[in-house]
């Protein structure tokens, strides 16, 4: 069991260029999140989804694009990449809204540099 | 104010040390807490809920105090292993297209020593 996969671990990306970074979960989870984490900040909701099909804005979503075709694979895009989205990038999955009994389950990061 | 505020330390305690660490949070409203963990460079995971009443896990309790708007998180027996980055998180209100909003405190870093 897989739990949130995310890739790549790391990128170094020029400014303008876009990528698409990639996070799957096989816990058959409604819900899913794209964080971002910078230093000295707390986690920033970027977007979310609660089912395939479905996604909505969080905190900090100018710059970014996502889409939820399956349960399993929520894809992060930047298309036009800047240094202010310069950052750690966590996926994390629950299967129901987050209550005492279901956490957030948090894949390994990717760490983005944008110069 | 921050919606969640945090000491972010360091905290620099001797092994077998209890330690403590408080969060405050702004919105009265706010219905669910928890404590992760994060590990340098890795991700965050879960510590603890914390209930109304107070609950423990081991060494570890969390509190909670609505009137003061703070939760607390307390190490008795600090290990070596102990040592990370505790986050603060509360839930706060629901997301428009469903699920909760959690709001991260920025952590405070707890380092055991020998």
């Known amino acids: 069991n897989a739990g949130v996969t995310q890739t790549p671990k790391f990128r170094i990306l020029k400014i303008g260029q876009s990528m698409t970074l990639q996070c799957a979960q096989d816990m058959n989870h409604n819900y899913m999140y794209w964080y971002r984490q910078d230093p000295g900040m707390g986690l920033k909701l970027i977007y979310y989804s609660v089912g395939a099909g479905i996604t909505d804005k969080g905190e900090v979503p100018n710059g970014y694009n996502v889409s939820r075709s399956t349960t399993e694979d929520f894809p992060l895009r930047l298309e036009l990449a800047a240094p202010s989205q310069t950052s750690v990038y966590f996926c994390?999955?629950?299967?129901?809204?987050?209550?005492?009994?279901?956490?957030?389950?948090f894949g390994n990061g990717t760490r983005l540099t944008v110069t | 104010r921050k919606e969640v505020e945090q000491d972010p330390g360091p905290f620099n305690v001797p092994e077998g040390a209890t330690v403590a660490f408080n969060c405050t949070y702004s919105?009265?409203?706010?219905?669910?807490f928890f404590w992760y963990r994060q590990d340098c460079r890795k991700e965050p995971k879960l510590l603890m809920s914390?209930?109304?009443s107070g609950n423990e896990d081991g060494r570890f309790t969390a509190q909670l105090n609505r009137a003061s708007q703070y939760i607390s998180l307390l190490i008795r027996d600090s290990k070596l292993s102990d040592s990370a980055t505790y986050l603060c998180?509360?839930?706060?209100?629901?997301?428009?297209?469903?699920?909760?909003?959690?709001?991260f405190g920025t952590g405070t870093q707890l380092k055991v020593e020998l």
């Open positions: 914390v209930y109304s």
């Open positions: 998180v509360v839930n706060s209100e629901g997301l428009t297209g469903g699920g909760n909003k959690l709001t």
């Open positions: 994390a999955s629950s299967p129901h809204p987050q209550a005492h009994d279901s956490p957030l389950h």
């Open positions: 919105n009265s409203a706010s219905q669910s």
